[in-house]
């Protein structure tokens, strides 16, 4: 099992730049794909950006690529001792049409962070919103 917290989110003037943190709960957290996802009112969840298990691989939707940048700690590139179990989400240049409440996800299957479909995603945080004025 795991647990997925969300932080980062907040209120930001298009062109500004915000950092989502999804820190992750179980010892298996690094043999995991991570991806991003973001649904904004009304609209269906989309995907954002994902990383594969040790970091070396990253895939982004073409709306953010670019601008966003996804990276991660684990046990893998850092010692065991000090393994946060986090993944990150740099966001810069935003624009309005980045408003959206951001979903970490994490998928068993260490390949899927090409898969863009949410359905591909076993577990899921809660959520925390952007919003960026214009």
């Known amino acids: 099992q795991v647990q997925l917290v969300e932080s980062g989110g907040g209120l930001v003037q298009a062109g500004g730049s915000l950092r989502l943190s999804c820190a992750a709960s179980g010892r298996t957290f690094s043999s995991y794909a991570m991806g991003w996802f973001r649904q904004a009112p009304g609209k269906e969840r989309d995907f954002v950006a994902a990383?594969?298990?040790?970091?070396?691989?990253?895939?982004?939707?073409?709306?953010?690529?670019?601008r966003f940048t996804i990276s991660r700690d684990n046990a893998i590139t850092i010692s065991r001792d000090n393994a946060k179990n986090t993944v990150y989400l740099q966001m810069n240049s935003l624009k309005p049409e980045d408003t959206a409440v951001y979903y970490c996800a994490a998928s068993v299957s260490s390949d899927h962070y090409t898969n863009t479909r949410p359905g591909a995603y076993d577990y899921w945080g809660q959520g925390t919103q952007v919003t960026v004025s214009s």
């Open positions: 990383i594969n298990w040790s970091g070396a691989r990253t895939y982004y939707a073409d709306s953010v690529k670019g």
